[in-house]
């Protein structure tokens, strides 16, 4: 399998200061997926933003993985709601009811 979208955990977690036990809580509460290739574990180049959303809320803010968890489906709920008012506004737009 290809490599160059993805980033091994090893260097991730030496570049970011972030321990793998923490990586792999956030792997086993289904928050981030990896990738394993030949077992040795991989992040995808997507996903880094997410991650690092993850790190700050655990590390600066101090926040649990259930915590982090809850916030991260608030946070999911919160931009599915915007894009359905996206929807229904530009709707209104069309038939000329805004």
Do not use: P, W
């Not at 977690?13 to 990896?34: D, H, M, R």
């Not at 915590?67 to 038939?95: W, Y």
């Amino acid at each position: 399998m290809n490599t160059d979208n993805l980033i091994r955990i090893e260097y991730f977690c030496e570049q970011y200061n972030v321990e793998f036990s923490f990586v792999n809580a956030l792997k086993e509460s289904g928050l981030i997926n990896l990738v394993v290739i030949e077992e040795s574990s991989y992040l995808s180049t997507e996903d880094l933003k997410e991650m690092e959303k993850l790190i700050r809320l655990h590390y600066e803010l101090g926040i649990n993985i259930e915590g982090i968890d809850v916030i991260s489906n608030l946070l999911n709920q919160i931009a599915h709601l915007q894009q359905d008012l996206t929807v229904a506004r530009n709707k209104l737009k069309f038939l000329g009811m805004e």
